[in-house]
Each structure stands twice: as structure tokens, then as C-alpha cells.
């Protein structure tokens, strides 16, 4: 069922929305080479928690931390770990959900850390990009469909592939909420898009195979070819003209 949300909901959705995007820049802040992703994982736990939320991945299904924080050839769903440090070079995924008075917020960025290769970084400007290309489709009477093909297209253009096994969604009372949004589809088709949706919009981006495989611990998910991957993702609501970005700090 696709749930559309009132004002209030809405700005309830807001302020989630708002602790995530803030949860992200402490994150961005804390990320150096010789900091393990658990000590980065803490800080992020320890902010939503000051701004009176809950971090919404936490026990989801079992997961064990606050953030998923994937390096490199990790896609999503890193668990944080303090045998995980970041060095010189690597590309850092930081995946985020608030629950705000019983509302979410998910958002992720790919962070370069120090010295990383032009590839890497034109991989996370595209994969940046192509959210943005997506919401030129996020408007009320547009479709999933044509979300995905715009994020689909544009990386292909670039030279890229996008995840097929993993894709966005709804986003509300809870983190997964109906629609799925693919980040490959056909104009046209797929779930209509209503004034007062709300939905996580993730570009999962790979330098090489779209294929990915999940390891041996049951949550990372890295790619096939052990090629570099990048994630963008904003909560965002659907209004008959632009949307509005709620995990995004203006
Ligand atoms: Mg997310
Ligand atoms: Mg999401």
C-alpha cells in the first residue's frame, strides 16, 4: 500500500529528514584515514540520539549498527566494525536513517577520503548526478519507471552500471515502505506518483559489472568484479511541482 502523508506527517518527515542530512555532515566531519567505521558508526549514533531521534537501522532486521559504512568494492550494508580502518584513498559509503517522533528520514553519501583516483571521483560526481537527473521525475502524475530510466541512462552515458538486486523506495512510519524505485525502469511504466509520497530515491552506481554478491557475514554487499561502487540517496517528498528534498541541508 502507498501511503501518502498529511502536512503534519510531512513535517514531521521534515525534521527526520533534517537530523539524517546532519547525521551525515557528522559523518562527513569524523571520516579520516586511521579512523575505524565503529568509531565513526559512535558518533553517529550519539548525535540522533542528542537530537531526541533513533537511528532507524539499528536491530532493522538484525543489523548491528547505527550507519552502514561500505568501503570501496562494498556497495551497501557495511557493518561498521572497529577492525574496519579508513585509510588514504578509499571511498566511504555512509548510509543513514533517523526515526523522528515515528518518522524516517534514509539518506546516504559516498565520501572520497584523502587521495583517490580520477575514476573514483567521477564515479561519485555521476552517481551524484544521476539522483539529480532522477527528480526531474519526482513530481506528482510521473512514474517510477521513468526515475529509473533517467538514473539508468544517464550512468550507462557515463560508462557505468547501476545495482539491479537493490533499489529504492517508500519512505515513512517506516524505513521500507511501498513503492520500490529502481534505479532502472521503463518510462512509463511502474507505480504512479501521488502529491504527499514520500520516497528514498538511491542511485547505487558501479565502476564495472552491475552484478554484486553478498559476503560471508549476511549483510555486505560488494560488487561482483571488485570494482569500485558509489550510493546516493535522498528522502524526498512528492508535490505536483519540484519535489522536496528532505535530507538535503539547503
Ligand atoms: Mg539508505
Ligand atoms: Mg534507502
Given at each position: 500500500?502507498?501511503?501518502i502523508?498529511n ?9 527526520a ?37 533513533v ?21 551497501i ?33 559516498t ?36 526515475i ?6 544517464f ?5 557505468f ?36 509520497m ?15 554478491k ?26 505536483d ?10
Amino acid at each position: 500500500m502507498i501511503i501518502i502523508k498529511n502536512s503534519e506527517q510531512l513535517m514531521l518527515m521534515r525534521r527526520a529528514g533534517r537530523i539524517t542530512a546532519e547525521a551525515l555532515l557528522v559523518a562527513k566531519e569524523a571520516i579520516r584515514p586511521g579512523i575505524s567505521t565503529k568509531e565513526v558508526d559512535t558518533k553517529i549514533r550519539a548525535f540522533i540520539e542528542k537530537c531526541g531521534a533513533v537511528p532507524s537501522f539499528l536491530g532493522y532486521g538484525g543489523f548491528p549498527g547505527s550507519a552502514c559504512i561500505s568501503i570501496n568494492e562494498q556497495v551497501i550494508h557495511g557493518i561498521p566494525s572497529s577492525k574496519v580502518i579508513i585509510k588514504d584513498g578509499d571511498i566511504v559509503k555512509v548510509d543513514v536513517g533517523a526515526r523522528y517522533r515515528g518518522y524516517n528520514g534514509d539518506s546516504a553519501r559516498t565520501f572520497p577520503v584523502g587521495k583517490v583516483s580520477d575514476e573514483a571521483l567521477r564515479l561519485i560526481s555521476v552517481t551524484e548526478k544521476s539522483f539529480y537527473e532522477a527528480i526531474k521525475f519526482a513530481k506528482a502524475g510521473c512514474r517510477v519507471g521513468d526515475i529509473g530510466h533517467a538514473v539508468e541512462s544517464f550512468v550507462i552515458s557515463n560508462g557505468f552500471s547501476v545495482v539491479r538486486d537493490y533499489v529504492g523506495h517508500g519512505v515513512g512510519a517506516e524505513l521500507h515502505e511501498e513503492p520500490e524505485v529502481p534505479n532502472f525502469g521503463r518510462p512509463g511504466r511502474g507505480a504512479r506518483l501521488y502529491s504527499g509520497m514520500t520516497v528514498a530515491i538511491e542511485p547505487m552506481v558501479n565502476a564495472g559489472t552491475a552484478n554484486v554478491k553478498v559476503r560471508g557475514d549476511g549483510w555486505t554487499v560488494v560488487t561482483e568484479d571488485g570494482k569500485l561502487s558509489a550510493h546516493y540517496e535522498n528522502s524526498v517528498a512528492i508535490t505536483d511541482t519540484d519535489p522536496i528534498l528532505l535530507t538535503e541541508i539547503g
